[in-house]
């Protein structure tokens, strides 16, 4: 039979949790005895109060990527975004795969259900769109100034990432795109709206 708790009994409990949160090195039946508490009472109150004071966690003893692997792979997308264009799911989950086959010992590429939940979690950081076509009429708008800029900006970048001149191919074909389908999901970072070609 349950029997309900008093005010007084509630008001002794209350002080004999505090009690044991202010002197951790005291044990639960010394506060039991000083506070007239039953001993397994205090104990399920103190492990229900940590419980909710700690949040729970899903996983992490499964952990894939360090720290440093992430931002490296956060690094990747935000620079094939100014790039030009945003890294296709494919290409984000090879980078992964191509990291932990770096490893030692190399390790396994995640499942692609992993990958997906990542995916999720990284949503502050990127997240997918469509790219769609800019009309032709919108890209011959550009002015030589604007060209002249975007060169110089592109030469900037290839210094910084130490592209040399001989390792760049040059396509004259308009719309030509490689590896890049119209319509294609790209991640993206979280801010981009939408990514024209």
Not at 133 to 146: F, K
Not at 170 to 176: L, S
């Amino acid at each position: 039979m349950l029997r309900r708790l008093d005010h007084d009994a509630k008001m002794r409990i209350q002080e004999a949790i505090e009690f044991t949160t202010q002197n951790p090195t005291e044990k639960v039946a010394t506060s039991s005895r000083i506070f007239q508490v039953n001993a397994s009472t205090l104990r399920n109150r103190n492990r229900r109060q940590r419980q909710n004071l700690t949040p729970k966690k899903r996983g992490g003893h499964n952990k894939i990527l360090s720290d440093m692997q992430n931002e490296a792979i956060r690094r990747y997308i935000r620079r094939s975004y100014e790039a030009g264009y945003g890294a296709t799911k494919a290409m984000v989950f090879e980078a992964i795969a191509e990291l932990k086959r770096a490893e030692i010992p190399p390790k396994p590429a995640p499942s692609k259900s992993w990958f997906l939940e990542w995916i999720k979690a990284q949503s502050q950081h990127f997240h997918a769109i469509k790219t769609r076509l800019i009309d032709r009429v919108r890209v011959l708008a550009h002015n030589l100034d604007d060209v002249r800029s975007w060169f110089q900006e592109y030469k900037d970048y290839c210094d910084q990432i130490g592209v040399k001149r001989e390792d760049i191919f040059n396509f004259d074909e308009v719309g030509f795109r490689v590896g890049m389908a119209l319509g294609q999901e790209v991640l993206v970072p979280s801010h981009i709206r939408e990514v024209c070609l």
